[in-house]
């Protein structure tokens, strides 16, 4: 079966690896980010309000250090917004009225709004409006939102004619366009939020990430066996047709273990323990 090695993209610098990766993410100008802790926060019980570093990498390797005061988010989500501030939201949410759940900072570090997205946050984007995707999985039939940084919903998949939306495998959101494929049909979905969604049928299931280029895509994952494919695909009037298959590897030829994967436009970014570096699949490449 064809292999394609990620290349090699970003790196955590060597002086913060004594610190604990909470989590990870690539913005949609290309910007790495890393949220560190002093620790990984107890698995039970309430979370304390922890102080965290954000450690970013540009891709000229120009890093930027910030400190966010008092995060509360146990499993958090984080992405950077156009003006330098970060957006961090717990995953998992006590319950729907919990309006410290996503918590909104400015490029010092300080929170300045928080509000509520809503229980079981899989995907959580960025757009170059500032404006934050959030995808929901299976515990949570919100779907995909677009929000604004003070927690007014812009654009909601709530009649927008997504066919079966229950749970939100991939989410790609570049410039102000969004691609997601959906449980448990898995069309692809192109949403504009000034335009009708447009979908195509497609016969790849269970892809945790999505790239699009023009007319091409391709999907990364799948299940079981699938875990670690990548499938081609052209774009018809009405369905993607898959042009072939082969394996998503590191590097270094091995395949990626646990992992996590970021989608922007073209590229597929993913990142494995020790979650230190990540590595990118560019279909425009």
């Known amino acids: ?15 913060h690896h004594d610190r604990h990766v909470l989590t990870s993410t690539v913005d949609v100008f290309g910007v790495a980010h890393w949220l560190l802790g002093d620790e990984a926060p107890p698995p039970r019980g309430d979370v304390l309000p922890y102080d965290a570093l954000v450690v970013s990498v540009h891709p ?22 156009p003006d330098g501030g970060f957006v961090l939201a717990a995953s998992r949410a006590r319950r729907y009225e919990d309006g410290d759940q996503v918590q909104v ?22 757009d170059e409006a ?27 998949s709530d009649g927008a004619s ?66 670690d494919r990548l499938t081609h695909g052209e774009l018809t009037e009405t369905s ?9 590897t590191l590097p270094d030829g091995r395949l990626p273990g646990r992992r996590r994967i970021v989608g922007r436009g073209s590229r597929i970014y993913v990142q494995t323990q020790p979650f230190t570096a990540w590595g990118v699949f560019d279909l425009n490449s």
């Open 1 to 15: 079966m064809q292999k394609t090695a990620l290349v090699p993209y970003a790196h955590l610098p060597r002086t």
């Open 60 to 81: 000229g390797g120009h890093v930027e250090l910030t400190e966010l005061s008092a995060v509360r988010a146990r499993w958090p989500r984080l992405d950077r917004l």
């Open 105 to 126: 900072f400015d490029a010092l570090g300080r929170e300045t709004s928080s509000f509520s997205v809503g229980d079981a946050v899989e995907h959580l984007l960025v």
């Open 130 to 156: 500032g404006h934050v995707w959030v995808g929901h999985f299976d515990e949570n039939p919100a779907g995909i939102r677009r929000w604004s940084t003070t927690g007014h919903i812009y654009w909601a």
């Open 162 to 227: 997504i066919p079966g939306l229950f749970d939100c495998y991939a989410l790609n959101v570049s410039g102000t366009t969004a691609w997601a494929c959906t449980y448990p049909g898995f069309p692809l979905v192109e949403i504009r939020p000034d335009r009708p969604v447009k979908v195509w049928a497609n016969r790849v299931r269970g892809a945790k990430a999505v790239a699009v280029h023009g007319e091409r895509v391709a999907f990364y994952g799948g299940y079981g066996e699938d875990l």
């Open 240 to 248: 993607v047709e898959p042009t072939d298959a082969g394996l998503l």
